[in-house]
């Protein structure tokens, strides 16, 4: 049976730099009961910055609150429960400009939200799309993704690393040693703009720890997509227990 509604938005221009790192720097971020999904035998990460519009939790939209951005560091994991797999992504790093969001995920879905002051900019011009993220932490410098792409929208192509990267339907989050947080995300596929260049300007050890500094900062991405993006609808949350596996 599906959990009922906890947020809805549109998620819109969905800048994605993505990098191969050792399956290792993952382990100690994996929640219990879920695994790395490979893509072609690789571990990736995605670099995501994107926008929340017309955001409304529990069907309400609260003032101030319903336009902003994201930028988060995820990785990919998949979770058998017990009759099929089911293909999730989990985060190191959420950041978001607005403290009441970042506590409200915290506490119900167990996630990893800072604040930071963000901006972003969008331009379309002589058939070229310009999307740039900026965020500061406090003390701190700011960060930049900035992506150049052509306008004309393409199909994602099934078994492609787009594919891999920007279909993945379910969240998970260690609650603790012995419980995950699960909740689905649902939206219809996306369409991405045909990206022609790039930059990630970030402090990756202050943002995302030691460990992913050789393998993203200074680093040529594995790939780098574009998503227009959609309706999106993020449902409540359960909570997966070993028990619970067991009868199933």
Do not use: C
């Not at 990460?45 to 336009?67: A, C, D, E, R, Y």
């Not at 909740?183 to 300007?201: D, K, M, R, S």
């Amino acid at each position: 049976m599906k959990q009922s509604i906890f947020l809805s938005a549109k998620w819109e221009y969905l800048a994605m730099l993505n990098y191969e790192v050792d399956p290792s720097v993952l382990m100690e971020h994996l929640p219990p009961y879920t695994e790395i999904d490979l893509f072609e035998g690789k571990a990736l990460v995605s670099v995501v910055g994107f926008l929340f519009n017309n955001t409304k939790v529990m069907g309400i939209q609260w003032p101030g609150h319903t336009h902003f951005e994201e930028v988060n560091l995820r990785y990919y994991v998949k979770h058998f429960d017990g009759s099929q797999w089911k293909r999730g992504v989990g985060f190191v790093s959420e950041i978001v400009p607005k403290p009441v969001i970042a506590i409200t995920a915290n506490v119900l879905y167990n996630e990893h939200y800072s604040t930071a002051r963000m901006n972003h900019h969008i331009k379309e011009q002589n058939n070229k799309l310009l999307v740039e993220y900026n965020w500061k932490q406090k003390n701190k410098s700011w960060n930049s993704i900035q992506i150049e792409a052509d306008t004309v929208l393409q199909d994602i192509e099934a078994g492609s690393e787009a594919s891999f990267i920007l279909e993945h339907y379910f969240g998970y989050n260690q609650l603790n040693k012995n419980t995950t947080v699960e909740y689905a995300v649902e939206h219809p596929g996306w369409q991405i703009y045909p990206v022609t260049n790039f930059a990630l300007n970030a402090d990756i050890e202050n943002l995302y720890g030691s460990s992913f500094v050789p393998y993203i900062q200074g680093v040529q991405p594995h790939s780098v997509f574009l998503a227009r993006g959609s309706e999106v609808i993020v449902r409540k949350p359960v909570k997966i227990k070993r028990s619970a596996l067991q009868k199933g």
